[in-house]
């Protein structure tokens, strides 16, 4: 997000509009959520979208170190998003970027609407997030999965956040851009949204766009969030499902032990 980007000579469109994955301009990429996928953590949640690949893990809440950072009224939420060193082409320091630090900051911004914090007043509700591997829009993956690992942990929610960008490519309007589409495109439009309150948490422009663009992408975004929201309530209701499942297989087995 930090360069202005600049057009490339790169062709991103064919002639039929299709995008050089085969995706057609409204449509996103290949999704997949869980939930609950590392033990030690009070909730946790994995994300693949296109090629990347993202996990994040909710603790708390629980105490706060160092003790003078707590708020007397209510829970800090802290999110810290890093990517691992072979999550790029090019090794990646492990050294913080400036990147990060900001990524950390909208992250936890976009959620913390979310979160009922005067619940937990002093305490500390932290949220690691590593993206594996990159290929555009981890931000809105990352904000995507930690959501769902917040409710994983049982933290009372007033909504799920659901995000995505929408950007312009090859003069078009195009949904949940790649890498590619990301660096040799117009610009990007990342937007996160609690879709029952109808309330937008992120949201964010690299680039250029007209207005009449900006209302085009924003909404188109906001599209791709609320298939993306279906999908949240989708695996998490699957957990509870599952749990179902365990219990009165538990159950049976008991009684079919004691007859
Ligand atoms: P987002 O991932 O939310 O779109 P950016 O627009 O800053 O955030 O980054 C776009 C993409 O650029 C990332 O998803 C990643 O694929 C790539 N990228 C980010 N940082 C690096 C880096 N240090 N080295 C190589 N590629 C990177």
């Keep these: 997000m930090e360069d202005i980007h600049i057009s490339s000579q790169i062709k991103l469109l064919t002639e039929e509009n299709l995008r050089l994955d085969g995706r057609k301009l409204d449509e996103l990429r290949p999704i997949k959520l869980?939930?609950?996928?590392?033990?030690?953590?009070?909730?946790?949640?994995?994300?693949?979208?296109?090629?990347?690949?993202?996990?994040a893990a909710v603790y708390g809440p629980r105490e706060l170190h160092p003790r003078h950072l707590a708020q007397p009224d209510e829970a800090l939420l802290q999110c810290v998003y890093r990517m691992a060193t072979f999550?790029?082409?090019?090794?990646?320091?492990?050294?913080?970027?400036?990147?990060?630090?900001?990524?950390?900051?909208?992250?936890?911004?976009?959620?913390?609407?979310?979160?009922?914090?005067?619940?937990?007043?002093?305490?500390?509700i932290d949220v690691y997030i590593q993206v594996i591997q990159a290929d555009g829009g981890t931000r809105c993956s990352s904000i995507t999965a930690a959501s769902i690992a917040l409710a994983d942990a049982g933290i009372p929610l007033r909504d799920l956040v659901a995000a995505c960008a929408a950007g312009k490519i090859d003069e078009k309007i195009a949904l949940d851009l790649s890498d590619v589409e990301d660096k040799n495109g117009q610009s990007d439009l990342p937007v996160a949204i609690m879709p029952r309150k109808n309330l937008t948490t992120l949201l964010q422009m690299d680039g250029v766009m007209t207005k009449e663009e900006f209302s085009e992408a924003y909404e188109l975004a906001v599209k791709g969030c609320q298939k993306i929201y279906e999908m949240q309530r989708e695996v998490l209701i699957q957990k509870y499902i599952n749990i179902q499942d365990e219990v009165s297989e538990e159950e049976e087995n008991e009684q079919s032990n004691g007859d």
């Design 34 to 55: 869980e939930v609950g996928v590392l033990s030690r953590a009070d909730g946790s949640a994995y994300i693949e979208q296109g090629k990347s690949k993202i996990l």
């Design 87 to 124: 999550s790029v082409e090019e090794r990646k320091s492990p050294a913080p970027s400036r990147r990060e630090t900001e990524l950390s900051k909208v992250i936890t911004e976009a959620l913390a609407p979310a979160v009922f914090l005067k619940y937990f007043p002093r305490a500390s």
